[in-house]
Nanobody, 123 residues
Framework: VQLVESGGGLVQAGGSLRLSCEAS????????MAWFRQASGKEREFVAA????????RYADSVKGRFSISKDSDKSTWYLQMNSLIPEDTAVYYC?????????????????WGQGTHVTVSS
């Protein structure tokens, strides 16, 4: 599966952004789509994930209540709606995909990755 992220940019603290991840190529019969992020000088961390069908969303504690992951019902596109952004959300955001139904938060469970999109939140 090929993944392409878009929607990153510069936003002020308190603002919102919506990231998109478009999938193409050989689809999994079932799978999970996730978002991870990596801030400068830090390890990549889990943000959110959801089943291919759009079920069972899962979030990191740091983004619960502020971020929402969803799937476009008509397209192979997933979204990460990010609200109430804070400077600590500044990072490169990656979408990732894995085959199977378990909504894992572990980076090494995901086999396919996008190139990333930059998000900068200014204070």
């Amino acid at each position: 599966v090929q993944l392409v992220e878009s929607g990153g940019g510069l936003v002020q603290a308190g603002g919102s952004l919506r990231l998109s991840c478009e999938a193409s190529g050989r689809p999994f019969s079932n799978g999970v789509m996730a978002w991870f992020r990596q801030a400068s000088g830090k390890e990549r961390e889990f943000v959110a994930a959801i089943q291919w069908s759009g079920s069972q969303p899962r979030y990191a504690d740091s983004v619960k209540g502020r971020f929402s992951i969803s799937k476009d019902s008509d397209k192979s596109t997933w979204y990460l709606q990010m609200n109430s952004l804070i400077p600590e959300d500044t990072a490169v955001y990656y979408c990732a995909a894995r085959e199977g139904e378990y909504v894992s938060s572990l980076e090494n469970r995901y086999s396919d990755w996008g190139q990333g999109t930059h998000v900068t939140v200014s204070s």
